[in-house]
């Protein structure tokens, strides 16, 4: 068949494989403890369920706007200049199904066939193949598990070239967990704003960090950088709402503009019912959130004591979203029943075949050497997910 050659060149999630032996392994009903999980495991707050069972009996159930709907745009610029610093109007916002959607929309805006796109590894496996998929070309800047994967700037300064047209950055990350300072987020703007190259700016994890540190948007920085910028953000992690697939963009209105375009000939609005929860989302106590966040640095903290009591694997302490990247170069290239243990993902089978626990392999990030474990479960899965994979180290050691 003569399938669309760009197509045909994205992958597919090297984590399908693990996620269905997992999901088969728990049918059979074994005890599996999943640590891949991108998603919080808390429920959706009742205001917000509430608030989407009063837009069911009002029959809020036609089209809005393909931008959103005025009240929820709205709500955004509140939030964004209350919580943010950053001054927006509704014609400078774009909510969509999802901030993957959100990010999707800006790739298909702004590149053009040949196009070369920045982004720091690790990475967010869905970055390249966004970019890929808008004909441009990914390329990746490589980042260091010592300096907390923090990007460095000379570096990016080296592959910057009359073909770069934008970088991503993910602060908080996923998946490292990185919080980018503000002092790099001014050596990255003043960058943007010399070589003239956007800024795809993910903020998703915003809500979700720990130890003090605190989040900046790049935006905020200056009105050069603003107009840059495209801020990525919406609904899915701090509100616990993956399901209800409500992200949303703020931009330059021109930027907007043509977003918009685009999402007007794939899905048009994003869903009724869920805009207005949003609403209500928005609304909702601060401590909330903060109870939220509380928790994910208490299970954090149980993790990553328990992954750097293990000989021959370690893991730097996080400080945002709720990941943690841990370090497998020492296992690399060891024997284990006859088997050598090539990279990230024979390692992920062997942990699923030998304990019964899922993890994510680096692979699917850039970041061979590493497997990703979410804190997103409960603590007895921590603590008994710990204990298995320092057995299945122990039994590495012991052939």
Known sequence: MRLSKR?????????????????????????????????????TPDTIINAAKEALNKHYTRYTPVAGSLELREAICHKLRTDNGLQYTPENILVSNGAKHSIFNACQAILNPGDEVIIPSPYWLSYPEMVKLANGIPVFLETREDDNFNIDIDKLKELINEKTKAIIINSPGNPTGCVYPKGLLSE????AIEENIFIISDEI????????????????LNDDVKELTIVINGMSKAYAMTGWRIGYAAANKTIIDVM???QSHSTSNPN????????????IPDEIIANFSKEYRQRRDI?????????????????????VMVNIEKVLGLSYRGEIIEDSLTFCNMLLDDQMVAAVPGAAFGANNFVRLSYATSI???IEGSKRIGAFIENIKNG
Do not use: W
Request: charged fraction near 25%; aromatic fraction near 8%; hydrophobic fraction near 45%.
């Open 188 to 191: 990255i703007a003043s960058i």
């Open 303 to 323: 993790l990553v004591d328990s992954i750097n009591k293990i000989s021959n694997i370690s893991c730097k302490r996080p400080r945002g979203a709720f990941y």
């Open 205 to 220: 994890y915003e809500k979700l960090i720990y130890d003090d540190k605190e989040h900046i948007s790049i935006a905020m």
């Open 380 to 382: 007895e899965n921590i």
């Open 272 to 283: 009724s019912i869920a805009q207005y929860a949003s609403i209500a989302a928005f609304k």
């Open 7 to 43: 197509a045909l060149h994205i992958k597919g999630s090297l984590t399908l494989e693990i996620d269905a032996k997992a999901k088969k392994m728990k049918a059979d009903g074994l005890d599996v403890i999943g640590f891949g999980a991108g998603e919080p495991d808390f429920n």
């Open 260 to 262: 918009k375009n685009v």
